[in-house]
């Protein structure tokens, strides 16, 4: 059911300073975006064929407009989206696990969560354009699931450990 609209966000996303007139035009067009997403984040149980849709979207979103528009987002805007987009990744994390450990020949959520990774990527690394500290429950709670859906049991899901020190490496460095 959701799969149109994410189709018709997607390529949205990128729309930014060229198609606005001014700052105040594009950050509520990105507000829109956002509650959009959210939208569907939120409210729907996520089919596997959206998982690339919604993180197209969130690529999109996080490499194309500017910080500024991030942080002028209305209210808690930010703080839901950056909620959102932790529960999120550990649920395409735990999913992309699962596929891997059932030797699924479509990895969606693989891909998905790998994308979703290079946006948390971009966003800790331009830390110092965001509300300070502001990422950093979130980035552990996004490096715990990881750690968990890549562990053997019994303390993880997984029984390879798999892109860990390059995600730990960069990670770290980024905070």
Known sequence: MAQDPLQCRAPLAPA????FPD???????????????LSVINGIEMEDSEA??????????????????????????FASFITGLTLLTCSFGRSAALEEALHKDDLVYTKAYDQLLEAWLTLVQDEEHFPRGCFVQPAVQVFNSYIQCHLAAPDGTRAQVRRLFGFISRACSSM
């Open 52 to 77: 690339a849709g919604v993180s197209d979207i969130v690529s999109n979103l996080i490499g194309v407009f500017p910080r500024s528009a991030l942080t002028a987002l209305p209210g808690d805007l």
């Open 16 to 19: 930014h300073r060229p198609v």
């Open 23 to 37: 700052e105040s035009a594009q950050v509520s067009y990105l507000t829109h975006l956002v509650e959009g997403l």
